[in-house]
């Protein structure tokens, strides 16, 4: 069982940056795909970033709205992933959920929310034009 807790959200202008954090319990996190997902009201959640697990390190993904702006990371000793948000736009607003993918095996990089076991509360995150 793995508890998922974010943090950082707010609200802030456009261009500006934000940095959202995920705490989570486990004693093999460093084993799960980690992710981050979104929803805007009356949208369906959906992937933001995800990364990914393998012998020789990890590797991150993006869906390309978010390409080049956002940048996830993870730091197995504390437990914790990171969603570094740059250049926000008005379009980024949504509620942020961090998600943990159980048994996806080295270089995995599952994007939809069924393939994510854990989830967290949520954090919102508005962005002002």
């Known amino acids: 069982q793995v508890q998922l807790v974010e943090s950082g959200g707010g609200l802030v202008q456009a261009g500006d940056s934000l940095r959202l954090s995920c705490a989570a319990s486990?004693?093999?996190?460093?084993?799960?795909?980690m992710g981050w997902f979104r929803q805007a009201p009356g949208k369906e959640r959906e992937f933001v970033a995800g990364i990914s697990w393998s012998w020789t390190g990890y590797s991150a993904y993006y869906t390309d709205s978010v390409q080049g702006r956002f940048t996830i990371s993870r730091d197995n000793a504390k437990n914790m992933v990171y969603l570094r948000m740059n250049s926000l736009k008005p379009e980024d607003t949504a509620v942020y959920y961090c998600?943990?993918?159980?048994?996806?095996?080295?270089?995995?990089?599952?994007?939809?929310?069924?393939?994510?076991?854990?989830w967290g509360q949520g954090t919102q995150v508005t962005v002002s034009s």
């Open positions: 998600a943990a993918a159980d048994g996806v095996g080295p270089h995995g990089r599952p994007t939809l929310s069924i393939e994510y076991d854990y």
């Open positions: 486990g004693r093999t996190f460093s084993r799960y795909t």
